[in-house]
């Protein structure tokens, strides 16, 4: 690999791995509070694209540019916040909250989950079709500067700083707010919890509601970025999640860690080995983490409490 | 449960499979119409869901109008009547769905499998069955998998990745070509040709394949980029070229682009919007909405459909027509009792002349014509250039 090279997909890189660590949290988050995987997630994601598709295409003008542009983005940040944040609050509602209160075994939440999420993406694709859909054009997407000589357009941009802007804003709700202590009570003790008065419900509920908006967002930033369809979330889903493994699960820099990680390893994977070893490259990288730190990069050492 | 229960149960079961499986060897028992007439089933089978179901919804209309044309005109001695059935385009799907037409006796023929892949995955049940499946599965390597029921009613890739290369080295002059395909049967066959020609030409081949639905197609952009390559083949299906085209664009690769037939179809330039402009597309299909030959089938299409005939739609009419007209000649329905076998056999040995071509076959089923076609997107339209071959000769 020249050097050349190298500053051309470092932008790309960083791009893709913003967006796995977004949809990571989600996993991460739901998993910390429950310690059980969000299957249904990626439908999150799909649906917070065509949230932002459906709302865009009415009201985007042919070429917007300037402030329009700007407007734009912001609503549809907003509008795929939204829907990915009700998909997720829905899902918790349907697929979780009843079978919690039967105290039913994880694996049934697993099953249930999947099935919801089947349930969307068939649902989706009955709905508004099953091909692909182009996001319409929110800025003339041309290469904005360049740094060190690589180009670096809009929408790479817009992910990189949005995702930032996200796991930033998560952090500190986390560290600094009452809600983000609640969520941690959950995760570390449900049961002392809920003794000193947190509503375990509602955090739960919160926590999915909170990872269902970044989901959202970044369903929408991908598809400004490619294009939205039903099948869009598979893919990008089992990379985060195996991203959030790979950072260690139930924690949230693990899981933008993991997330950059995937990213830039299945990027620089390209003029190293070529497309066709994108995934390989990925899963190896898994795997080998996960032999010398079995609870990810970040995750607890085994044998101590988290 | 003792065991005179057991072999009871055993022996239902096995009676209840029998009976499921439905040993259908000889197929097209006749099932009689409230007019007395015999009803014939003409089948499809192709992506009807998932991402490439635009395709397969084009075919299926095309042979959705050609049975329905038959029936209103009277002059058969029996009802013909459609039988969907979906693979998704999916190898994996391609043997159930293709077990359900099988199952269906009244099904004498089957416009399909639409995707190599899927073809090659359901051939041998077919052939079994010994019902015929005129197909416009590309690959070149179909007639080669000893399926006796598989026909091809297009010219094979064969022709098509061979146009692409003697309209890049005879009239573009390259030096060094990109071949990307998108991991398909189809993409990765139509590489394999490319290259081979490419080579043989004397030309420079960097190959690469990228996934079908890979998350972003920067990286794969930029590796064309890098690569010094002055021009770029596709090998691929549109919602996969779209993407990579707006990459393309993207990181500034401006050299000629050429994408196969999966690509030729509006969406592609829907999607993909001024990214677009300037690929070249070919295709063994003629554009129905521009041929002369294929004007009053365009008309009735749209006032079927609401929308202009896409890709393939009057190649899958003319397959449908070419089937019907087997079974006529078979004297179908006059009392005559029409079976798969003869239909194959029949179809195996047709000379039909349809709107878009001359249709005969060879021992094999390949297809005994030819004739590619070359497009480019202009000013977001796709417009026909012409025959490829035509095109070079003129220099």
Redesign the interface.
């Known amino acids: 690999m020249t050097l ?2 190298f500053r ?2 470092l932008v ?2 960083l ?2 791995g913003a ?1 796995y660590s977004v949809i990571a949290i989600g996993y991460t988050l739901v998993y910390g509070v429950l310690k059980l995987i969000n299957f249904a997630h990626s439908e999150v994601f799909m649906l917070g694209g065509f949230g932002a598709l459906i709302v865009l295409t009415e009201v985007a003008p042919g070429h917007p540019s300037g402030l329009v542009s700007v407007l734009l983005v912001l609503l549809g940040l907003a509008v795929s916040g939204l829907v990915g944040a009700g998909t997720a609050f829905g899902l918790e509602k349907v697929a979780y909250r009843p079978l919690r209160k039967r105290n039913a075994p994880a694996l049934i939440f697993l099953i249930s989950a999947i099935g919801a999420s089947f349930f969307l993406y068939n649902l989706t ?1 009955k709905l508004f079709g ?5 996001m319409p ?1 929110l800025f003339d ?1 041309g ?1 904005l500067f360049h740094v060190l000589g690589a ?1 670096v ?1 809009i929408v ?1 941009l817009l992910l990189i700083v949005a995702a930032l802007a996200m796991i930033v804003g998560l952090d500190l709700l986390v560290r600094r707010t009452k809600l983000g202590s609640a969520i941690r009570a959950v995760a570390q003790d449900p049961e002392a919890a809920g003794l000193m008065g947190v509503d375990i419900d509602r955090i739960v509920s919160r926590t999915f509601v909170i990872g269902g908006v970044l989901g959202g967002i970044a369903g929408f930033l ?1 598809g400004l ?3 939205v ?1 039903f ?2 979330g ?3 889903g089992i ?1 985060a999640f195996a991203a959030a493994v790979l950072g260690g699960i139930g924690n949230i820099r693990g899981a933008m860690l993991g997330g950059m990680l995937l990213g830039l390893v ?2 620089y994977n ?2 190293l080995f ?3 070893w ?1 995934y390989v490259a990925a899963f190896a990288v898994l795997v080998v983490v996960l032999m010398f730190r079995p609870t990810g990069i970040l995750g607890a050492k085994l044998g101590r409490t988290a | 449960m003792n065991r005179r229960k057991l072999s009871m149960f055993a022996a239902l079961v096995v009676t209840g499979a029998t009976a499921l499986t439905g040993c259908n060897k000889g197929g097209g028992a006749a099932v009689v119409g409230s007019d007395g007439k015999a009803v014939y089933k003409i089948g499809f089978q192709g992506p009807l ?3 490439s ?2 395709i397969g919804v084009n075919m299926e209309n095309g042979v959705k109008l050609a049975v329905k044309q038959a029936n209103a005109r009277g002059d058969l001695p029996f009802h013909v009547e459609y039988a969907a059935s979906d693979d998704a385009g999916s190898p994996d799907q391609s043997p159930a769905a293709a077990q359900k037409l099988i199952d269906d006796e009244s099904v004498l023929g089957l416009v399909g499998p639409a995707f190599s892949g899927a073809a090659k995955a359901s051939g041998r049940l077919y052939s079994e069955a010994g019902l015929v499946s005129v197909s416009h599965a590309s690959n070149p390597s179909l007639p080669e998998l000893g399926f006796r029921s598989f026909v091809r009613s297009v010219p094979n890739d064969n022709a098509q990745g061979g146009a692409m290369v003697t309209y890049f080295t005879k009239r573009l002059q390259t030096k060094k070509v990109y071949v990307v395909d998108d ?1 398909s049967e189809y993409g990765v066959g139509l590489s394999k040709v490319a290259e081979k020609q490419l080579k043989e030409a004397g030309v420079e081949v960097v190959k ?4 079908s ?8 952009a ?2 064309v ?2 690569s010094g390559a002055d021009a770029l083949i596709y090998n691929g299906l549109y ?1 996969d070229a ?2 990579f085209a ?1 990459k393309l664009k ?3 690769f401006d050299k000629p682009k050429i994408a196969s037939d999966g690509t030729y179809d509006k ?1 592609f330039t ?4 001024d990214a677009a402009e300037g690929w070249l597309l070919t295709c063994q299909c003629l554009d129905a909405n521009v041929d002369p030959g294929t004007k009053q089938f365009a008309e009735d299409y749209k006032t079927e459909y609401k929308a202009a005939p896409g890709l393939y739609a009057a190649e899958s009419y003319d397959a449908t027509n070419l089937i019907i007209e087997q079974i006529k000649a078979l004297g179908g329905g006059d009392g005559g009792d029409v079976r798969r076998e003869a239909v194959l056999e029949k179809v195996k040995k047709a000379d039909y002349k349809g709107l878009t071509r001359q249709f005969s076959f060879k021992e094999n089923g390949e297809f005994a014509g030819n004739g590619i076609y070359l497009s480019e997107v202009k000013g977001g339209r796709i417009t026909l250039k012409g025959d490829v071959d035509t095109l070079v000769s003129a220099g």
């Not at chain 1, 099953?130 to 182009?134: G, L």
């Open positions: 050349l090279e051309d997909y790309p890189g791009a893709l967006l694709g099953r091909d692909p859909k182009a054009a997407n290469v180009p357009d790479k991908f970025n490619s294009q369809s099948t869009m598979f893919i990008p990379t299945e990027t390209v003029p070529g497309e066709e994108r | 869901t998932g991402e179901s635009a991991k690469a394949s990228v996934p639905k890979t998350p972003d197609y920067t990286a794969a930029t590796a980029k890098h919602s779209a993407p707006k993207d990181v500034g969406k829907e999607l993909a919007g």
